[in-house]
Nanobody, 118 residues
């Protein structure tokens, strides 16, 4: 079973940038969809961005124009470039994968903390 590990989180000031990575333990074939989610304390987990197997991307309205999702198939890694960060972006960020080889509801990484504060 493939495993996902997020990295790149940390403390950043408002207006700053971070680049999150989601590395898969082995090569991923036939991706159906990959996504970044986030969950702030006391709030429900929310979808941030998706990228389909064909490369189509979608974003939550709250991050549109500031975040960019991408994937490097050769390195089995998905990224989330986060610019113009706001305190409201503070959350644990999780990556998610669904492929033909995963369980039907996909698999999750463990999450990486992003804190935006001055």
């Amino acid at each position: 079973q493939v495993q996902l590990v997020e990295s790149g989180g940390g403390l950043v000031q408002p207006g700053g940038s971070l680049r999150l990575s989601c590395a898969a333990s082995r090569r991923i074939f036939s991706v159906i969809s990959m996504a970044w989610y986030r969950q702030a304390p006391g709030k429900q987990r929310e979808l941030v961005a998706t990228i389909s197997g064909s490369g189509t991307t979608n974003y939550a309205d709250s991050v549109k124009g500031r975040f960019a999702i991408s994937r490097d198939n050769a390195n089995n890694t998905m990224y989330l470039q986060m610019n113009e960060l706001e305190p409201e972006d503070t959350a644990v960020y999780y990556c998610w994968l669904r492929s033909i080889a995963t369980p039907g509801n996909g698999i999750w990484g463990q999450g990486t903390q992003v804190t935006v504060s001055s």
